[in-house]
């Protein structure tokens, strides 16, 4: 029989996919498309020549669109081969299963391909929440077995992840992340660790706003328009859970936060169970945390910017940068900008971290008269302004027209250390940290993962290259000492970079 270690200097050109459901059949078409050929096995009769069918029709579309030529389309379905049965998939140099997330069912068919396939060849599985070792733990040969996460759509997400198991060797990772490129995927490696490194970066984002949420700081639409229409997501987090279905991101909160032992960063929310309890998923029933008509999203009406607005403001203490670009755009409004607070005077307060009802405290301000402003990301988009519930009515219609004088919209929330896009980029962060810190990938490859797997603008570490670490650290103290709770605890790898004035995506010395 050849040995596995034959196949270290072999290209791998026959690849079996083993399940030709909608993941299956997305890496049978980018396998084919990307020049190798694809021994396709469904047990369901059938299954696997209808995927063979949609992959055509997908790529002729492709040709239309000028994304492929006819020949090149058609090249690589002439590469997809049918196989009935089992036993031909004898001849891959590597075979990807992509069935149901069953981690016995998985275990059972990795010892049925040992018992057809010779020893050289790869055994890679597309799960996306299983332990790849578990996987590969009924194995006579575990050091071929690996983790191989596509997303979907398949063709349109251009990541992999490639996962090895503790007795992974090296080789065969080399042989899997150039099976991903020439599938033109861009594949990262990260540890077998739950959620690997996606599904785990994605505890920064949506959980937060959850909370947020739940404190009642904000209304989901006004955060989903913080986060794009400031902080520059694509897609602000409400959006994507109808997106996604709150019958699958629910499960997928739980999930993590049990296999993290109870991780109070990861902690789930009762609102999305909630929500997965009665059906109300989002886009898929028609009504989620927006309705949906016709497959498109209702948006809620438009809250009028307030006409009145203070002829004269105090910018009291807060951010230094803040500061600046609070005072340029109140002088281009035309409004007095006073060096103190008066009786009669709006005060505006740039924080970054700081709470409104603690800043008012601290300096001795008038609880009624002084509001707060994030300026984290500048005031060119969706501008925030935070109120107490102290501030009177006519103060806050005062500081919302000023806000709105040039017609852009403003998100009023109620008081929160680190209003809410600086919250949830400080938890992006966070998390991101606490994965290099623990080895589950590099900061270049966790960076790689937020923009093609998340479609973050930014990876974490380049937003707070952009923002400021020292500013992140600050916001997480501030949320830390304000909740008394270990779930805004910064990282190690945040605070000694931080306290050496090292960038944030700065390896650790290698042991």
Known sequence: M????????????????????????????????????????DEKPQAAETAKSKIANFLGRAVEKQRMTASEAAAAI?????????????????????????????????????????????????????????????????????????????????????IPGLRTESWVLDKLMDVGTRMTRKPVICADTPGFLVNHLGRGYMPEALRVLDEGIAKHNDIDCIMTGAAGFRMGPFSLVDLVGADVASPVMDAIYQQYY?????????????????GILGLKTGSGFYEYSKGKKVEPEPVDTPQNRSMSVHIGNGDVEGT???????????????????????????????????????NGLDPTRTVAVDTLFGLEGVRTLMVTPATSN????????????DNASVAVINDSPGFVSQRLVAMIVNVACHMAQRGVSSPEDIDTGARLGLNY???PFELAEEIGANRILKILEELEA??????????????????????????????
């Open 262 to 278: 109870h991780e109070p960063a990861y902690q789930p929310s009762q609102i999305l169970n909630l929500r997965m309890q009665g």
């Open 2 to 41: 050849t040995d596995m270690h034959d196949n270290e200097a072999k290209e791998i050109t026959l690849v079996g996919v083993v399940g030709a459901g909608t993941m299956g059949q997305g890496i049978i078409q980018v396998a084919a498309a990307g020049g190798m050929t694809v021994l396709a096995y």
């Open 324 to 362: 600046k670009l609070l005072t340029a755009f109140i002088e281009s409004a035309g409004v007095t900008i006073r060096s103190d607070a008066s009786d009669d005077t709006l005060t505006l307060l740039p924080l970054v971290g700081t709470g409104l009802s603690t800043a008012i405290a601290l």
């Open 394 to 405: 006519e103060v806050r219609a005062q500081a919302h027209g000023l806000l709105g004088v």
């Open 482 to 511: 304000f909740y008394g709770e270990p779930r805004y605890r910064p990282s190690a790898w945040l605070r000694r970079r931080v306290d050496l004035g090292l960038p944030l995506d700065l390896p650790d010395a290698v042991l």
């Open 78 to 162: 002439k590469r997809i081969i049918i196989i009935q049965k089992f036993e031909d998939l004898a001849k891959a140099d590597l075979v990807i299963e992509a069935i149901i997330e069953n981690l016995e069912i998985k275990k059972s068919l990795f010892a049925k391909l040992e018992s057809v396939v010779p020893q050289h060849t790869i055994l890679a599985s597309n799960t996306s929440s299983l332990s790849i070792t578990g996987i590969a733990s009924n194995c006579e040969h575990p050091q071929r077995v690996a983790g191989f996460h596509f997303f979907n759509p398949v063709p349109l997400m251009k990541l992999v992840e490639v």
């Open 457 to 459: 603008p930014k990876g």
